[in-house]
């Protein structure tokens, strides 16, 4: 029996000329899939499926959510969804009205979340722009003009034009407050937008957004910008990193969604998300030419940015981004300066109060252009990036002199002048001053604030990223230092733990050694399973998509209490049966019992531990399932607040463990003791060493696997732990990002910290030197010290 779904798919085949057999070698699924399909045999089409047939078929964005709907409806009508999660309270029902995509449930609660992300993302970007002081006095000029046509994908292409139309290139050029107006020129939609670095590339992005925002209609997609390099296409789709993305900076976008396993990727396959990819010229070398053939394998609209010699060097690889119109950032002119400079400074005062301390500046620009001073400010001061760190290092700072930058014994090249911007910048912003958005910021001493985020560059570009992600801070050490460490953590707290609550049942000196060997063990067995689980895979423990809710829960989050029942039953019973087998080893050796009897008591101690681990962790694994709910998506939109909304998880989470845990312990260990003694001989044993296993076995279990599989235990571990006591990093890590922040050297881009900008990482990653590891309270190491820009000759001049 035909449906809607097998009608519209036969009718978009045959409207792209393709028979069956060629759509299945183009989608890469079997002839006999699209002959079901098309037929009405199979009756639920996968989403997956319907995503590879409507990219096969080259869908414009309105067929291809049409086709998703009546795929979504069809299987429905064979298996009702569940609760589609707690995302602003939208859900679809059962039998959907037939008024078509445009007002179907599927339309309107997609249309819901798609505003909420409006609103978070005009929010977000709008702080953002606020915190850099894009607007104090007025944005710095950014305009483009046409690139070389070798760049640009044919006009006719472009214009979505039928064969053998004419196909005149259109006018693109523009400044910063006309990028959407430039942009809705376009009709395939996509543009790229090149410039050399800090030429303007992220400030265009951001007031793109912004005033797309302004003016975007209900049905209109979200612009969202994506850090692309991130991205590897050897390793994800452009869609699934989309979602993935979208999941991590909007995690109540993690919810069921309708026609989709996600929120964020029904948003995505709808055309309800317009990416804004920022910095092609940052994704890895050897993965540029497949991320623009991945690029060119879909039809989604996008604004991409890059550096013009990457994208030229890819484009020569491959080809062109696919319908792309393409334009290039220009330089500021010597009037922008003039215009900009002066305005940035305090007023003068006395006779004089029309004179600014940047007129030497601009008067060798101006009338002395080829000398070598004004040939070398002019190279620089180009670009918005280094005429904000000029404005951050002189204009901010009332005892700096620009005309500093006029010495030619001190900067004679270009590059010496941009480093010593680079150089200043830190030391300028962590001078002491008081803050007037949020009162006096901490003081820090510039020369250990440098080294602190001299270390964290060097981290992002060991990991060839530009997030700086809280939850991954120590995976730029070597994978079995990651380990090591993580099992030592482990080691200390569960020794901690048996000692502590031991002496309450035995004597201390017992006491100290039982601690110690249980500890060991547990550290041991906690490291190689994070090494199997995660450290070998070269993964990052992400951060919780959920939040536990014991009471009130809204809605479920797609995840399965049985699944997870069997892993826990597993997982308890491979631990428990190595941990009984090496302790049994352990003690028969100290009591210096002969070999056979050892190995028989081996094997009853791994049996005993290992059938009590698995029936307590197996029960305890489904509760916390069934206590999960999704997040919200205002829950967490910036680092700090995700970093807050995972510590409670997974406070809840130990709450919930410990006692569950520890009490299944305990009483199964009591019920196998009558069995066990059939079996092994008599077993010592009462309710007080039951109680003992319990409570130890309940908080170590707890500590164990929260140190090990969370990513705020993986954050405690590191950023908290070895980190700071190593020297790399303070001791108050969330406040020393939180006040970079404030001071304009990160800036937050959904849950993730970046650089300012992509040169200021990679100057304070090369002068990084890790030489000197030690505590964090010690004076860091610091090999390229800044130079010191001269104080102005007449204070009175600059007030």
């Not at 009702?80 to 179907?104: K, M, N």
């Not at 918005?384 to 000029?390: E, G, H, K, N, Q």
């Not at 017992?510 to 067995?525: H, P, Y």
């Not at 892993?567 to 080893?585: D, P, W």
Request: net charge neutral; glycine share 8%; hydrophobic share 45%.
């Amino acid at each position: 029996m035909t449906s809607e779904f097998s009608t519209l798919l036969k009718r978009l085949r045959r409207e792209a000329n393709m028979t069956q057999e060629a759509l299945a070698e183009r989608a890469g699924v079997g002839v006999r899939t699209i002959r079901g399909l098309e037929t009405g045999e199979r009756a639920d089409p996968r989403v997956t499926t319907v995503r590879l047939l409507a990219d096969a078929l080259g869908l414009r964005p309105e067929e291809r959510e049409r086709l998703l709907a009546s795929a979504v409806r069809r299987t429905a009508d064979a298996d009702p969804p569940e609760e589609p999660g707690a995302f602003a309270e939208p859900a679809a029902p059962a039998e959907p009205a037939a008024t078509g995509p445009q007002g179907s449930p599927l339309h309107e609660t997609l249309a819901d979340v798609a505003e909420q992300v409006a609103q978070t993302v005009a929010a977000r970007w709008r702080r953002e722009e606020e915190q850099r002081q894009v607007h104090d006095p007025y944005p710095l000029p950014v305009r483009w003009r046409p690139v070389a046509e070798e760049l640009t994908d044919h006009w006719a292409n472009i214009r979505r034009m039928p064969p053998g139309s004419t196909h005149d290139p259109l006018d693109l050029s523009g400044q910063l407050d006309a990028i959407v107006d430039v942009y809705r020129k376009i009709p395939s939609g996509r543009l790229v937008v090149l410039g050399r670095s800090g030429s303007g590339k992220t400030i265009l992005t951001v007031r793109f957004v912004l005033d797309h925002l302004k003016s975007r209609g209900r049905a209109d997609a979200v612009p969202v910008i994506f850090s692309i390099g991130s991205w590897d296409p050897t390793a994800i789709t452009l869609r699934d990193w989309l979602a993935a993305q979208l999941t991590r900076d909007h995690p109540g976008l993690a919810a069921p969604g309708p026609g989709g396993p996600s929120l964020a990727a029904a948003l995505v396959e709808t055309g309800r998300i317009l990416p804004v990819l920022d910095g092609f010229d940052e994704i890895a070398a050897g993965l540029r030419r497949p991320a623009l053939e991945a690029l060119n394998a879909t039809t989604l609209p996008l604004l991409l940015t890059s550096r013009p010699s990457e994208y030229a060097a890819a484009v020569a690889e491959t080809d062109v981004l696919t319908s792309a119109a393409a334009v290039e950032l220009t330089d500021l002119t010597l009037d922008d300066l003039a215009d900009y400079l002066p305005r940035t400074t305090r007023k003068a005062r006395g006779r004089n109060r029309s004179a600014s301390a940047w007129d030497p500046v601009l008067n060798e620009l101006r009338e002395r252009p080829d000398s070598r001073a004004g040939a070398n400010l002019a190279a620089v001061l180009t670009t918005p990036l280094m005429v904000t760190l000029a404005r951050a290092v002189y204009s901010n700072t009332p005892d700096h002199d620009p005309s500093a930058l006029l010495d030619t014994r001190r900067f004679g090249t270009p590059e010496e002048l941009e480093d010593h911007l680079l150089d200043n910048f830190t030391t300028t912003v962590y001078r002491p001053r008081p803050d007037h958005r949020s009162g006096p910021l901490r003081t820090w001493e510039p020369e250990r604030a440098r080294y602190w985020l001299g270390y964290l560059a060097h981290h992002l570009n060991r990991l060839d990223t530009p997030n700086l992600e809280w939850w991954r801070l120590g995976y730029g050490m070597r994978r079995t230092t990651r380990t090591l460490v993580t099992a030592l953590v482990i080691s200390l707290a569960i020794a901690l733990v048996d000692g502590v609550v031991g002496t309450l049942f035995d004597s201390f000196a017992f006491q100290l050694v039982d601690g110690l060997v249980a500890g060991l063990l547990s550290g041991v067995l906690f490291g190689i399973a994070y090494w199997f689980m995660v450290a070998a895979r070269d993964a990052a423990v992400q951060p919780s998509g959920v939040r536990m809710k014991i009471f009130g829960r809204e809605a479920r989050t797609g995840r399965r209490p049985l699944r997870r029942l069997m892993i826990g039953v597993l997982c308890g019973l491979v631990f428990g049966a190595g941990y009984g087998i090496v302790r049994g080893a352990i003690n028969g050796a100290l009591r210096h019992i002969s070999l056979p009897v050892v190995v028989v008591g081996s094997l009853g101690d791994g049996l005993i531990y290992g059938v009590m681990f698995a029936l307590a962790a197996g029960p305890t694994f489904g509760l916390l399932t069934l206590f999960e709910t999704p997040l919200d998506i205002r829950s967490a939109v910036n680092p700090v607040s995700l970093l807050r909304t995972n510590g409670r998880t997974v406070a809840t989470q130990f709450l919930i463990w410990a006692p569950t845990f520890g009490l299944l312990v305990g009483f199964g260990s009591m019920l196998l003791v009558r069995p066990l003694s059939v079996l092994l001989g008599p077993v010592v044993w009462n309710l007080t060493a039951a109680l003992k296993l319990g409570v130890i076995s309940g908080l170590g279990g707890a500590l164990g696997y929260l140190f090990s599989l969370t990513s705020w235990g993986q954050w405690a571990v590191f950023s908290r732990i070895w980190l700071p006591l190593t020297g790399r990093l303070p001791w108050s890590v969330v406040a020393f990002l939180e006040d970079a922040y404030q001071r304009g050297v990160l800036r937050q881009a959904g849950a993730v910290y970046q650089f300012r900008h992509a040169r200021l990482q990679h100057h304070l990653a090369a002068a990084y030197r890790p030489q000197r590891p030690g505590p964090a309270d010690r004076e860091p190491a610091t090999p390229h010290a800044p130079d010191k820009p001269d104080e102005h000759p007449d204070p009175g001049a600059r007030r």
